[in-house]
């Protein structure tokens, strides 16, 4: 999912897919944890969908665009705090936030 301040996006600036973040104007306003195996379901997720080309064009505009952190939960707690606009994570980790836990 991507994860978003509400108080620094509105519904209609959020990126229809994941592709969108490749966009140039996306540059250091998102975040990701690239390291865990939930981060390579999601690419593995896209490369089903999108294939190869698609795929690792969107992870050369990642390297440039995103910003790494290490946990799904510090993402979460980035958005959460304002250092970032958004943040994609797997679901869980959004609702576990959203429950407090």
């Known amino acids: 999912v991507f994860a978003y301040d509400k108080t620094k996006l509105k ?4 990126p229809k897919s994941l592709l969108d973040l490749a966009d140039p104007s996306w540059k250091g306003r998102w975040a990701a944890s690239p390291s865990g195996a939930d981060f390579q379901a999601i690419v593995s997720a896209l490369l089903q969908l ?3 080309a698609a795929t690792a064009d969107w992870l050369k505009a ?3 665009n995103f910003t790494a952190y290490k946990g799904n939960n510090t993402v979460m707690k980035a958005v959460n705090a304002g250092e970032i606009e958004g943040g994609v994570i797997y679901h869980y980790y959004y609702f576990g936030d959203q429950a407090k836990t």
């Open 11 to 14: 519904e209609d600036q959020l």
């Open 50 to 52: 999108k294939g190869e």
């Open 62 to 64: 990642m390297k440039e």
